[in-house]
């Protein structure tokens, strides 16, 4: 772990070096092999004609800054909500909140027929929220506050409740099954860039948001009752970081489906190399998860040729042996 | 003394009210049964139902009633009484009312080794094979469960959350089979995968049976064991309980009857989740009590919604996975409101 101010500060930059080097990597590589060369050029001198340079420009680019966007999205929200619980398993997947928002969206697209990204950002938000709502009611154990199996197994089953909403909705609207599919996977392939960038100020407010929080979050961490004593309005905060992570969470659904463990695995990464100042911690989450995500979806184009693997499993299959190393430890705190 | 007396005649009510609600479920049941059969898309009259199913040779429905539905309903609460049972049996073990086989991972893995047969074998491997693989795929997976939660015994919490990863990669892996298979077989093994009795023949009932018939006495046998267990573990080693082989011994009948279930009818989840906290809304939580009510119950449930499967969108069939989903979402709800004001 890193102690002092400059090496943290190092870090970080290690960190963003980290981030270019990925961007790069999933610009670069994919089914289609071509010269470094070409890849800067479409970037700097681009020529319609060329199709190296389109692949880069209309096809990668796209989901390489998607990835990059739900990467960072993601693990925010994960570090917030583990913060928000004290509980190391908490995720927006292992919650339930990707499950909620993924079930208003299938909604929303087969019933109401809804198709414009800025009016589903909003349906998954809806659906966010009344599953963090759900689990939080059905995971805190009379006048104890929020109990860490309880609220796990709460995630858990509204997450298999959801989920066999949406199979219901899917079968009953099969012509639509194979694009809903890959939804229900999790991707970052063929989403227009954009549809998404009307989304960037709204993922903007909460980062914001989360940065402005940090002191509040840090305090939070300890204890409700130590922040209450130090002037904080916990109520308050807890409302305002929830709604942050609705918005990052059930943005990122909107976006690219459900991309489950990078909530859970990146904050655990971060508070190993930075700490656990929100100050370190909420900006390492941003840049690693970013990186993380670009990585995976790179690697997954290049798994099963012709085949892409959806990135969603990849995290699953990535993050499951993490889950099941921190669920053995002795305690689930944080 | 009184309250001694006070006590007796409680536990003597207590008794009394059980069997009382067994006899009203079974009514129900036998009665749910006949509607089931006499109702579906070939319009049959509720006195030649019943003429056929008396005397089935002078019947002109017979074909109906003895091929089609009544293997699909008996099916049906043979299956729902399986996943109910097993369901009360994870819920008392790991002392947790949200527990349920598909919550805690062993469904996964009966539906990852089914969907492997219905996607990249198809063709290949015949479907005959599919209730085989889907019990073996149980076993493995609670077994995989067990040793990754295994430190000097098994605690419930350990197994809980093991079983919660186990189902998440489970479940990645089963994405991805669809993915990478045809659409038509992709279709296919998920309407499996949400459970539906369609097409149900004879063969699988007599398939599912012997499982049931082993399976629920066992579990009566055992209903001790588990009223200890749930006490905690302190008192249950204090009352001589061999507290991990007792609990090994009963999530294996939990996984043999979900995976048996789960082989006859597809990946039905929220039965072993609701059909428990019915009946413990109807009798006294004391295992012996509540598992006859438990099995009635999951019978009653997915009987009732496989009947609406097949009435409520005439002509389609839809499986009966979607209408127990649909019923088992108020009621989660429903209890969430409870735990509130309790």
């Known amino acids: 772990m890193l102690i002092t101010r400059s090496a943290k500060s190092w870090g970080l930059l290690v960190s963003a070096t980290l981030l270019l080097v990925t961007f790069w990597l999933s610009l670069a590589i994919g089914q289609t092999e071509m010269e470094w060369s070409a890849v800067f050029n479409a970037l700097t001198a681009y020529q319609p004609g060329n199709i190296d340079h389109l692949i880069v420009r209309t096809e990668r680019l796209s989901r390489t800054i998607i990835a990059a966007l739900v990467g960072a999205s993601l693990a925010v929200a994960g570090a917030l909500m583990q913060t928000l619980t004290r509980n190391a398993l908490a995720a927006p997947s292992v919650l339930g909140i990707n499950a909620g928002a993924m079930l208003l969206l299938v909604v929303a697209s087969t019933w109401w027929g809804l198709r414009s990204p800025f009016a589903l950002v909003w349906v998954a938000f809806l659906g966010a929220g009344g599953a963090a709502f759900l689990v939080y009611l059905l995971g805190r154990s009379p006048g104890r506050g929020l109990s860490s199996v309880r609220v796990v197994l709460a995630g858990v089953a509204m997450t298999a409740l959801f989920v066999s909403l949406a199979q219901g909705v899917l079968i009953a609207h099969q012509d639509q099954f194979e694009s809903l599919l890959f939804w229900l996977a999790g991707s970052v392939a063929g989403r227009e860039l954009n549809a998404v960038i009307p989304l960037l100020p709204l993922f903007g407010a909460a980062l914001l948001l989360c940065a402005l929080l940090c002191r509040s979050l840090n305090l939070l961490a300890l204890d409700d009752e130590v922040a209450t004593g130090l002037g904080q309005r916990t109520g308050a905060i807890k409302l305002l970081a929830g709604s942050a992570v609705i918005v990052l969470a059930g943005g990122a659904v909107a976006i690219a489906g459900m991309i489950g463990f990078v909530g859970l695995l990146v904050p655990h990464m971060v508070r190993g190399i930075f700490g656990r100042d929100h100050h370190w911690v909420l900006p390492g989450c941003a840049v690693l998860g970013a990186s993380l995500l670009m990585l995976a979806d790179t690697v997954a184009r290049l798994l099963m040729p012709p085949q892409e693997v959806p990135v969603g499993i990849m995290t699953a299959l990535l993050g499951t042996p993490f889950f099941l190393y921190l669920a053995r430890r002795r305690s689930l705190g944080l | ?342």
Do not use: C
Not at chain 2, 169 to 182: C, F, K, M, N, R
Not at chain 2, 233 to 254: H, N, P, Y
């Open chain 2, 1 to 342: 003394m009184t309250a001694l007396a006070r006590l007796f005649s409680l536990k003597h009510s207590g008794a009394h009210q059980s069997r009382r609600v067994v006899a009203i479920l079974s009514v129900l049941l036998l009665a749910s049964l006949v509607l089931s059969v006499s109702l579906g898309s070939q319009p049959t009259a509720f006195m030649d139902v019943l003429h056929g199913l008396i005397r089935p040779q002078h019947s002109d429905i017979r074909l109906i009633l003895y091929e089609l539905r009544l293997p699909r309903a008996l099916l049906a609460i043979l299956v729902g009484a399986a996943l109910a049972v097993s369901g009360l049996i994870l819920q008392k073990l790991v002392r947790n009312p949200l527990a349920s086989p598909d919550v805690i991972g062993i469904s996964s893995g009966a539906s990852v080794a089914a969907v492997l047969v219905l996607t990249l074998g198809a063709g290949v491997i015949s479907e005959r094979w599919l209730p085989l693989a889907a019990m073996a795929g149980a076993a493995l997976v609670a077994l995989g469960i067990v040793t990754l939660a295994w430190s000097r015994g098994v605690t419930p919490t350990r197994l809980v959350l093991m079983g919660i990863g186990i189902a998440a990669a489970l479940g990645a892996v089963t994405t991805l089979l669809l993915i990478l298979s045809t659409d038509t077989s992709a279709m296919h093994a998920y309407i499996w995968m949400t459970g539906s009795l369609y097409a149900t023949q004879w063969s699988s009932v007599i398939g599912m049976l012997p499982w049931v018939a082993l399976g629920l006495p066992l579990a009566f046998v055992m209903a001790r064991q588990l009223d200890v267990l749930s006490l905690g573990d302190e008192l249950a080693i204090g009352l001589g309980s061999q507290v991990t082989v007792s609990r090994l011994k009963l999530l294996g009948l939990s996984v043999m009857l979900t995976g048996a279930a789960i082989a006859y009818s597809g990946g039905l989840s929220f039965i072993g989740l609701i059909a428990p906290h019915i009946a413990r809304r109807l009798v006294a939580n004391r295992t012996a009590s509540l598992l006859p009510v438990t099995a009635l119950v999951g019978a009653l449930l997915l009987l009732h919604a496989d009947l609406i499967g097949r009435l409520a969108f005439l002509p389609r069939d839809l499986p009966a996975g979607i209408f127990v989903a649909g019923i088992g979402a108020p009621f989660l709800i429903y209890l969430l409101y409870r735990w509130q004001r309790h």
